[in-house]
């Protein structure tokens, strides 16, 4: 019997981080800065992922 697999994407699908955006404004000074924290955890979760090393 074979193995069936169903992988969605749920990283800014399901889940609205813009609800941040406040957070970032006042601890950093720019929302914008959200969107770049989040493109550098997402590659450093799957660098770590695929080489099966903890960021």
């Known amino acids: ?8 994407d ?3 699908t399901l889940l ?3 609800a ?3 957070p970032f ?6 929302a914008a800065l959200r969107r770049q924290w989040f493109s550098q955890m997402l590659q450093l979760a799957f ?9």
Do not use: K, Q, W, Y
């Open 20 to 22: 941040l955006d406040r």
């Open 1 to 8: 019997m074979a193995t069936r697999v169903i992988a969605f």
């Open 10 to 12: 749920v990283n800014e």
């Open 25 to 30: 404004e006042e601890a950093l000074g720019s």
């Open 16 to 18: 609205d981080l813009s």
């Open 47 to 55: 660098v770590g992922g695929l080489t099966a090393r903890p960021g």
